[in-house]
Nanobody, 125 residues
């Protein structure tokens, strides 16, 4: 049974930084995608960053490119999302998701079978 446990959310002022973590357990091999999605009140959930764990290939949403960095610790099966230069519009519930995918580095939610409970990020102006 695959489980995803997120941590690292919180409140920060604009321009600040936070690091989110997602620990994935239950996978035998690393040939899966792990992504971060976010959803702000009244808005649709959107993909933020995705990594193909086996190859380390990464894709970012345009809105976070050059500010957010995805990395992984393979022995710990943990993926980190370092978020710098945070803006109020980055405020949202952030979800970790994992799956075998349908398209290469896809943000399509249906491609991710497993989801974490989410961690709140609040950026004040």
């Amino acid at each position: 049974q695959v489980q995803l446990v997120e941590s690292g959310g919180g409140e920060v002022q604009a321009g600040g930084s936070l690091r989110l973590s997602c620990a994935a357990t239950g996978y035998t091999y690393s040939n899966y995608y792990l992504a971060w999605f976010r959803q702000a009140p009244g808005k649709e959930r959107e993909g933020v960053a995705v990594i193909y764990r086996s190859g380390g290939n990464i894709r970012y949403a345009d809105s976070v490119k050059d500010r957010f960095t995805l990395s992984q610790d393979n022995p710990k099966a943990t993926v980190y999302l370092q978020m710098n230069s945070l803006k109020p519009e980055d405020s949202a519930m952030y979800y970790c998701a994992a799956g075998y995918g349908g398209g290469w580095l896809s943000f399509r939610e249906a491609d991710f079978r497993y989801w974490g409970r989410g961690t709140q990020v609040t950026v004040s102006s």
